[in-house]
C-alpha cells in the first residue's frame, strides 16, 4: 500500500473520532477529551500537509507553500496548549466540575482501538521509510496512548463517583505533549525557511547581491 493510501486511511480514523471526541467532551465536561480532540485534530491536519507534500515530491515540484502552513500549524497548535493548561490549572485551583466518568471512559477506549489499527495499517517499517512517515506513526502510538490515560481516569471516575481532579491533570499533560510538538514543529519550519532563503537565487540572496 502506498504512503498516500495509509496516510489517507489513518487521516480518516482521525476525522471520525475528532467529532466525537469533541461531542462527547462537551457533553461530559472532560478537559482530557477535549484535549485529545484538540490533539487528533492537530495531527489530522499534519497529515492532510505530509499528503500534499508526497505529491508534490511525487511530481518533482519544489514549493514552501506547505512549510508555510506547517508554521501556521505550529502557531496554532500553541495557542491550543496554552488553552488548556490555563484552563486544566483553573479546574484545579478553583471549583470542582463533575465529570461524567462512563462517556469519557467509552469514547476514549474507542480512540485508543482506533489509532491501533491506524498504527498496524501504517506498519512498523514506516518508521524507516522516511522522517514524516516516521513521525506520524509516532503520533498515531502517542495518541494511542493518552487516550488510554484519558479512559483510565474516566473509568476511575466512573467507579468512585470522585476524583475529577485526573481528568484535569490528564488533560494538563496532553496539553505539555502537544506543546512539545508544536515547538519541535516551529523549529523545523523555521530552520526549512531559512535553508530556502540561503539557496542560490532565493529571493533573500537576490536581494543581497543587487
Given at each position: 500500500?502506498?504512503?498516500?493510501?495509509?496516510?489517507?486511511?489513518?487521516?480518516?480514523?482521525?476525522?471520525?473520532?475528532?467529532?466525537?471526541?469533541?461531542?462527547?467532551?462537551?457533553?461530559?465536561?472532560?478537559?482530557?477529551?477535549?484535549?485529545?480532540?484538540?490533539?487528533y485534530a492537530s495531527d489530522s491536519l499534519a497529515i492532510l500537509l505530509g499528503i500534499?507534500?508526497?505529491?508534490?515530491?511525487?511530481?518533482?515540484?519544489?514549493?514552501n507553500a506547505t512549510t508555510y502552513v506547517a508554521l501556521i500549524n505550529a502557531l496554532a497548535l500553541l495557542i491550543v496548549t496554552l488553552i488548556v493548561i490555563v484552563e486544566g490549572v483553573h479546574r484545579l485551583t478553583s471549583h470542582t466540575i463533575q465529570i461524567e466518568g462512563l462517556s469519557t471512559a467509552v469514547v476514549s477506549a474507542i480512540a485508543t482501538i482506533f489509532m491501533?489499527?491506524?498504527?498496524?495499517?501504517?506498519g512498523r517499517d514506516s518508521a524507516k521509510e522516511d522522517l514524516h512517515m516516521r513521525s506520524v506513526l509516532l503520533d498515531t502510538i502517542s495518541d494511542g496512548?493518552?487516550?488510554?490515560?484519558?479512559?483510565?481516569?474516566?473509568?476511575?471516575?466512573?467507579?468512585?463517583?470522585?476524583?475529577?481532579?485526573l481528568d484535569s491533570i490528564i488533560a494538563i499533560v496532553i496539553g505539555i505533549i502537544i506543546g512539545f510538538g508544536a515547538l519541535r514543529l516551529l523549529r523545523d519550519?523555521?530552520?526549512?525557511?531559512?535553508?530556502?532563503?540561503?539557496?542560490?537565487?532565493?529571493?533573500?540572496?537576490r536581494v543581497g547581491e543587487d
Open positions: 500500500m502506498t504512503q498516500q493510501k495509509r496516510l489517507g486511511l489513518i487521516l480518516g480514523l482521525n476525522l471520525v473520532m475528532i467529532s466525537g471526541l469533541i461531542i462527547v467532551g462537551l457533553t461530559s465536561h472532560s478537559l482530557g477529551v477535549l484535549a485529545a480532540g484538540g490533539d500534499i507534500a508526497i505529491q508534490i515530491r511525487n511530481h518533482q515540484k519544489h514549493s491501533g489499527i491506524g498504527a498496524f495499517i501504517l496512548a493518552t487516550s488510554a490515560a484519558v479512559a483510565i481516569s474516566g473509568l476511575i471516575i466512573f467507579l468512585t463517583g470522585k476524583y475529577y481532579w519550519t523555521i530552520n526549512a525557511l531559512r535553508s530556502q532563503n540561503m539557496r542560490p537565487g532565493s529571493i533573500s540572496n
